[in-house]
């Protein structure tokens, strides 16, 4: 790399970083160990970031009235929107957004102010939002809408709008979900290891 090159390089980092990653009321988010947030996407305010998470291109994660949790080796796709839910009188506590630990965030996908489980599958395009719940272990299919308050219980595939229970998931359907995730993980650190950013 030529010297020229190198600063460069150095400024992009700089001017990416400062954009990529935003305050909100004086709170950064929180980044742990051999994270990839791609330099299109944009983290703002109090959103906390387990190690090996991976955020894909033209993301937004906007943890500005409540706080978003991410948790390791989760995946968060491109054109993903992550946002939460503010505190009110009837709300107190409003809905943080909490994502578990080995979850496939497809393309396209929005969530608001709900909880998402381990090992869990969110299909391109689905939309989760206010005070719903998906438990560990469930795929949602494409273009899949969980309403407000609903809870998806553990080891099923969901599926519609709104979503709903279409069958268990078979044996090989739960093994995908982990295995999922950990590709993510190799293709970021690949990334991370490469001068393509």
Same mark, same amino acid.
């Given at each position: 790399?030529?010297?020229?090159? =190198? ?116 299909g391109m395009g689905s939309i ?43 044996? =090989? ?19 991370? =290891?490469?001068?393509?950013?």
């Open positions: 790399m030529s010297y020229l090159t =190198a600063i460069f390089y150095f400024f992009f980092m700089v001017i990416t970083m400062n954009t990529l990653l935003r305050p909100y009321l004086g709170i950064y988010p929180s980044i742990n160990a051999r994270v990839f947030i791609d330099p299109s996407s944009v983290v703002i305010g109090d959103v906390r970031i387990a190690d090996d998470v991976s955020i894909w291109p033209l993301s937004v994660l906007r943890g500005d009235v409540n706080y978003i949790s991410i948790g390791a080796r989760t995946n968060i796709q491109d054109g993903s929107v992550l946002h939460v839910t503010h505190k009110s009188a009837s709300n107190p506590e409003g809905n943080p957004l909490i994502i578990g630990e080995d979850v496939t965030i497809g393309h396209k996908v929005m969530l608001h102010g709900c909880t998402i489980g381990n090992r869990v599958l969110v989760v939002i206010d005070g719903a719940i998906v438990e560990d272990d469930v795929i949602l299919g494409a273009n899949s809408l969980v309403t407000q308050g609903k809870r998806l219980e553990s080891g099923y595939l969901y599926t519609g709008s709104p979503a709903k229970a279409i069958r268990k998931l078979t044996d =090989a359907e739960l093994s995908h979900l982990r295995y999922s995730a950990n590709n993510y993980v190799e293709w970021k650190n690949n990334y991370l =290891a490469s001068d393509n950013m």
